[in-house]
């Protein structure tokens, strides 16, 4: 399902047979999963002034986050764990405690890699998983090439997703070359993905996301497979669309 929202109202194109229904056990925690970037922040911003204004709660809510960088301290400003902290989590109900990351300080970063999948399905599973993309195509940090298949691992930067993300530094050298990611394998097993774009730089890889070829060379076209995704678009992230 691909949803535009434009000046003109909203445009509502279905791309796919009707959603399948979200299936957590009566019970169970929700858990959320969480993008960082700068794609999520405004629905961050949203989601905590509902909570101040119209009591919408996360307190019986997990979270779980894509994605971290290798090598930065988790106390650095530019760090995920620090990110969702300063754009989310700090200003609802959400336990910081429920709050999980990959750990990219860990001595074994393969061993944290399983023991970070391990923790998801030990949580029952994403329930709603948000997802930006970067502009060649990648999410969570799946950069082009990688397994469709593919669980939580070491993944190295693009030269092009390093330069996207440096305005996040002081300098462009200071990016990180390497990040621990939830696979597309992962990232396929939550129940709802929910793709956000905007803006023109991210145009052709929305394209190639939701018209090309299911590909792991456009790592975001694993939305296509899935089947409860929605992909929501400004007019601008949604102009190369046919
Ligand atoms: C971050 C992540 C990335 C970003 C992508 C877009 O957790 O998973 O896939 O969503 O790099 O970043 P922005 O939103 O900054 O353009």
Known sequence: RVVRAGSTGNLCRSAGSTPAPLGRSAGSTPVLGLATGSTPVGTYRE??????????SFAHCRAFLLDEYIGLPKAAEQSYFSFIRDNFVDHVDLDDAAVFSPDGEADDIAAEAQRYDAAIAAAGGVDVQ???IGTDGHIGF????SSLKSRTRVKTLTEQTRVDNARFF??????????LTQGLGTIDEARHLVL???????ADAVAAAVEGPLSAYCPASAVQWHPHATVLLDEAAASSLA
């Open 170 to 179: 002081d300098s462009p050298e200071d990016v990180p070359h390497h990040v």
């Open 196 to 202: 956000i774009a905007t803006g023109e730089s991210k």
């Open 142 to 145: 799946n950069e082009p090439g």
């Open 47 to 56: 989601l905590a002034r509902r909570h101040r204004e119209d009591g919408l």
């Open 130 to 132: 948000i997802l930006g």
